[in-house]
């Protein structure tokens, strides 16, 4: 049909060539600049810090412990950055990491990570987004596809296309259920394995990250379907982090050995 031209126009349109890799060897495309990222994770810290009350003390100690022990085995560009740790009185099990250096966690995480080496999973696992550029490549995906989609619109209408209103519609709901969801989850599972290699090099027990997840289980409800989903499912995630333990765990005995032992309390 006419308007599968239309349709290989607009994936022509979205097959920028990728300019660089992440840290596991995946390939890339990243369109905006880390100046630019910086000053929107500055941006979106602060907007946190507006919408919930943080919290201090023994807390806010706790989780900068274990920040500093990952920090400190970041590349030389990430380690010396200014990292700035906050907590946030909140009952979602939920952290962040974003460019420029800041790190956030809500109370309620510290409930379900129980331990220096739980929290050091999290930690690792949302600082590895940031180490893989991951808001930097999510963000150019979705500009390359809304100009791809804008393209094959325009060339629909100009053409009068029967039935170019249902193409298009059918088209948004391949890019968001066949593109965007399924980088998400990508993204997901790179970060798991940046973050058990991040936990594992600071000296935290790699093994922590799987008990993490059980307790997700144990305190989560149910989940959607995983394809209709931006995250894999924890069993999914459960299977990747074992599929990676035994060289997570050769790295925690090195780190061991080098007298990396983190006492976080």
């Not at 990728?18 to 840290?23: L, R």
């Not at 009350?53 to 380690?79: F, S």
């Not at 950055?81 to 966690?105: C, M, R």
């Not at 791809?148 to 709901?173: C, E, R, W």
Request: charged residues 15%; negative net charge; aromatic residues 6%.
């Amino acid at each position: 049909m006419r308007w599968m031209h239309y349709l290989a126009l607009g994936a022509l349109g979205v097959s920028l060539a990728a300019c660089t890799t992440s840290p596991t060897g995946r390939s890339q495309m990243l369109l905006m600049s880390e100046s630019d990222l910086s000053q929107m994770g500055a941006q979106a810290f602060a907007q946190y810090q507006q919408e919930l009350p943080t919290v201090g003390g023994a807390q806010l100690n706790y989780v900068q412990c274990v920040t500093n022990d990952i920090v400190a085995v970041l590349p030389p560009e990430q380690r010396d950055q200014n990292w700035q740790v906050k907590v946030f009185e909140s009952e979602d099990a939920n952290a962040f990491a974003l460019p420029g250096g800041y790190v956030g966690v809500n109370t309620g995480l510290l409930d379900i990570a129980t331990n220096q080496d739980q929290l050091a999973s999290v930690i690792g696992h949302e600082i590895g987004h940031v180490l893989a550029h991951h808001a930097n490549e999510r963000a150019s995906t979705q500009s390359a596809t809304q100009l791809g989609m804008s393209v094959v619109g325009t060339a629909l209408g100009a053409n009068g296309v029967a039935g170019s209103d249902q193409i298009m519609a059918a088209m948004g709901m391949g890019a968001q259920y066949g593109v965007m969801l399924p980088f998400s989850r990508s993204h997901e599972s790179e970060a798991d394995k940046i973050g058990l290699q991040l936990m594992a090099e600071a000296g935290f027990d790699p093994r922590a990250s799987i008990e993490l997840w059980h307790n997700m289980n144990a305190t989560g409800g149910g989940q959607p379907p995983e394809w209709m989903s931006t995250h894999p499912s924890h069993g999914h995630r459960i299977d990747g982090l074992q599929a990676n333990m035994d060289t997570a765990l050769a790295q925690y005995q090195r780190a061991r050995q080098a007298g990396r032992r983190p006492n976080c309390q």
